[in-house]
């Protein structure tokens, strides 16, 4: 690696089109039609399984919400302005942007709410080129129903009154209670293919300045279940365990998943 960044912040995608999934999978469609043609949605249920592309695709929302951009391209953040970049650097911290991200373990829903509402009212539209703003509400299956409903009002009648689009990032079949589901839109990430995956990690080995054959790729991308955090991971420690600087040899792969295999 060219320096100790880890691989999944490094490559965590600053525009929709670089999602492994691509353009043309149905959700991420329905996601970058509706902002091309500005219809707007005041919450969001997006699902899916652990580490496919959740809360990135929330955050790329959160950008595009923030971009200052002139141009702005028709679906796209810029990725690289001030709002852009605050999103991408500082997540938690980027309200001034009109980008606020809660993991909701751990916090009571009225402090959340309590947050939501003063973070929401301190956003300045500023020199953002969008109106709306948007919060994450991450991990949101982890609440139990009762406070889950406690979610409903905020959602509904602040949402409206500032202009707010809700995330609600949940695992692939958690019970989300219906006073919340029937207000969200309903969006499914799914897994990538194999191909896909390879791709994706081929691509990656080479930004790092490394070739990464294809039946290797397959390799990594296979024992990860096709999740690219986990063969994001993986691609790492084999570039860690490799002992040639420009290839991820064969053996650095098959150590870097039986360690994984050997983990359970
Ligand atoms: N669809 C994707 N395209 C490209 N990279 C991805 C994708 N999904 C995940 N990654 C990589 O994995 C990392 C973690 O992704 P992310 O946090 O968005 O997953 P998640 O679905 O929110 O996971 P969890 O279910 O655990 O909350 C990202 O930083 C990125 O490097
Ligand atoms: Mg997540
Ligand atoms: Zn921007």
Not at 138 to 165: A, M, S, W, Y
Request: hydrophobic fraction near 35%.
């Amino acid at each position: 690696m060219k320096d100790n960044v880890d691989l999944r912040s490094k490559y965590r995608p600053a525009k929709f089109r670089h999602l492994v999934q691509g353009l043309h999978d149905p959700t991420i469609q329905a996601i970058t039609t509706a902002l091309a043609r500005r219809i707007r949605f005041q919450a969001m249920l997006l699902r899916g399984p652990y580490g496919d592309g959740k809360t990135t695709t929330a955050r790329l929302l959160g950008q595009r919400a923030s971009c200052t951009c002139q141009e702005l391209h028709a679906f796209e953040p810029c990725g690289g302005c001030g709002g852009c970049r605050s999103v991408m650097i500082h997540p938690c911290d980027s309200e001034y942007w009109g980008y606020s991200e809660f993991d909701v373990q751990g916090i009571s829903p009225r402090d959340i709410t309590a947050r939501i509402m003063s973070e929401i009212s301190y956003a300045k539209s500023g020199a953002r080129i969008m109106s709306q703003r948007v919060v994450t509400l991450d991990e949101f299956h982890r609440l139990p129903g009762k406070d889950q409903e406690k979610f409903v009002k905020v959602i509904e009648d602040k949402g409206r009154e500032h202009n707010t689009l809700f995330i609600l990032c949940v695992a692939p079949d958690a019970t989300i209670c219906p006073a919340i589901s029937q207000r969200c839109a309903q969006r499914r990430l799914r897994l990538p293919s194999i191909k896909e995956c390879i791709r994706h990690l081929r691509v990656i080995a080479r930004a790092e300045g490394r070739v990464l054959t294809h039946e290797d790729a397959d390799l990594l991308a296979s024992t990860a279940g096709a999740v690219p955090r986990a063969y994001l991971g993986l691609l790492q420690d084999a570039i860690l365990f490799s002992s040639n600087d420009r290839i991820v040899t064969r053996e650095s792969v098959i150590t870097a998943c039986d360690m994984l295999c050997s983990n359970g």
